[in-house]
């Protein structure tokens, strides 16, 4: 739990942590996780949204997360900015999703009571505009060894280039439960 405290406050030591202690199927697990939660009705487990829009939820989730690491290994690879195997990339960005995650975690299991409008809805942004985002470019600057600078490159440009093609169908999606 220290080591998630950690990762989620953005300490660099604890991606350390988790690249020697965690696996593979946790971060697959943290990262499909993330939107496998969005994909339920707002009422909890009882039902998922239409089949067709759960199905898209999650591959959009898991070809943003694939698509991601692999848009950031062949940019650090290609433009000489940092070291890294594609399957740890993968893996980093898989639990960079842990406050994406919480985020879908605490809509569904507080949707129902709390109506997720005002200043929950400012939490809601918060989480998938600014500290999903720092915590790709912390599991980027483990990952590749980089810089500030070049790990927001590393990481930034996939990621806007992610958000402007689905962006807008997510929060649609994600529309229902908020």
């Known amino acids: ?12 030591a604890a991606w350390d942590r988790m690249d020697r ?5 946790s971060a697959i697990a943290t990262a499909v996780g993330s939107f496998a939660f969005f994909a339920f009705d707002r009422f909890g487990f009882q039902a998922f949204i239409a089949p067709r829009a759960a199905t898209r939820m999650l591959l959009v989730g898991l070809y943003g997360w694939l698509g991601l690491s692999l848009a950031a290994w062949l940019i650090a690879r290609f433009g000489n900015l940092g070291d890294a195997e594609l399957g740890e990339v993968a893996r980093m960005y898989g639990y960079a999703h842990l406050p994406l ?11 129902v009571t709390l109506q997720l409008l005002g200043p929950s809805l400012v939490v809601a942004l918060f989480v998938a505009a600014v500290w999903l985002p720092l915590s790709l470019l912390s599991a980027t600057r483990y990952v590749f060894g980089a810089a500030a600078r070049s790990a ?5 440009v996939p990621y806007l280039v992610w958000l402007a093609l689905v962006g807008g169908y997510l929060w649609r999606q994600i529309g229902h439960l908020l």
């Open 21 to 25: 202690i965690g696996t593979t199927a």
């Open 152 to 156: 927001l490159l590393i990481v930034g």
């Open 101 to 111: 995650l919480i985020l879908s975690f605490a809509i569904q299991l507080f949707a």
């Open 1 to 12: 739990m220290t080591a998630i405290a950690k990762l989620m406050r953005l300490d660099l």
